[in-house]
């Protein structure tokens, strides 16, 4: 298996399945480690990141983190493979851009990856579609074990483990989950909510992470503290109160809008839809605005003129990399534009 196989499915956070999945997308579990005995990457040669890759490589596949993944090797990689994994969750903006000997290890599922040479010299990272914490710290600890097994990992009594970064030096660990929110956008009571999560240390960001804005609705709120908390209870505050409790807003706001607003509400996703349909042009940003109203509207059974499985396929194939791939030829923003709109008429004339 290799990255031309995953452009044929939509990869597991977009499944639509597990528990809250009409407004929480994916949850994910991120870990940051580093190799005893070698520097930083902000101060390691080629040389020294090259045997932290082959070390680290030789590590997975041995073990049986490896069994069922393919690796690929980001310096033969091109800008729009990169930039593909980037646009389907499994590697980060930052080892997609870097330079130098770096990789990842992907599972067939696509629920697993471990990059190699980000920020620190490994990040393991577990990812499904709905709210599954609990679940996935299960998975993550059992392959955190297992790696530990075979290497050494910096870890000071004190600090416990060492990261490139110093927000993640502790557990290492980052909690994110992805949310679709357009009722409290459309309401205007997101600015609560968003200002809620930050009260309580919580980092809110846009669909692809750190240094992103919220496109389309859709939001990443994760853990800021790493140093001094116990994993499992940040976990389980997260899984059983955070979410949930953001889940009830946005629910809250659902309702009220069907109930009070809606010849407003249904306009917004008949509208939505139409564009979708009969637009010539139409850029990324502006898909994801119109796809997220639909989503809403099919969710909410307001909406039957497609499903939720077609809605999340558009929400990745309309993404530039995968256009691109798809196409199989480089576009300018221009191009991509209006292939995109072709697109879009095609698959939902077809729904119909």
């Not at 008949?270 to 564009?275: D, E, H």
């Amino acid at each position: 298996m290799g990255i031309n196989d995953l452009t044929n499915g939509i990869g597991a956070w977009l499944s639509g399945e597990g528990p809250l999945a009409d407004v929480v997308i994916s949850s994910r579990i991120r870990l940051a480690r580093n190799l005893a005995g070698y520097n930083f990457l902000s101060r390691a040669s080629e040389s020294e990141r090259r045997k932290v890759y082959r070390n680290l490589s030789d590590c997975i596949a041995e073990s049986g983190v490896g069994q069922d993944c393919f690796f690929i090797d980001m310096e033969q990689l091109g800008e729009i493979d990169r930039q593909l994994l980037v646009e389907r969750h499994l590697i980060s903006r930052q080892l997609a851009e870097a330079e130098g000997s770096r990789g990842v290890a992907i599972s067939r599922t696509e629920t697993r990856s471990l990059m190699i040479n980000e920020e620190d010299h490994l990040r393991i990272q577990v990812l499904r579609s709905g709210l599954q914490l609990e679940q996935l710290w299960t998975e993550i600890n059992d392959i955190d074990d297992q790696l530990e097994q075979a290497v050494d990992f910096a870890f000071d009594s004190k600090f416990g483990y060492l990261t490139a970064c110093p927000t993640n030096v502790g557990t290492g660990i980052r909690v994110s989950v992805m949310l679709h929110l357009p009722a409290l956008k459309l309401t205007q009571e997101i600015e609560k909510v968003l200002r809620a999560a930050k009260d309580m240390h919580l980092a809110v960001r846009g669909l692809y992470g750190e240094g992103t804005e919220a496109i389309g609705d859709f939001f990443q709120v994760s853990n800021q503290t790493t140093l001094g908390v116990n994993e499992e209870e940040l976990v389980r505050e997260f899984s059983r109160n955070v979410i949930p409790k953001v889940v009830e807003y946005e629910s809250a706001a659902r309702e009220m809008l069907a109930k009070e607003r809606t010849h407003q509400l249904d306009d917004k996703i008949w509208r939505a839809f139409g564009t979708l349909q009969t637009a010539r042009t139409m850029s990324s940003e502006e898909t994801l605005f119109h796809l997220s109203h639909v989503r809403m509207g099919v969710n909410m059974r307001r909406f039957d003129r497609t499903d939720l499985p077609t809605v999340n396929e558009l929400f990745l194939r309309c993404q530039p990399a995968h256009l691109q791939k798809m196409i199989g030829e480089r576009l300018d923003g221009e191009h991509r534009s209006i292939a995109r709109a072709d697109y879009l008429r095609r698959r939902l004339s077809s729904n119909n």
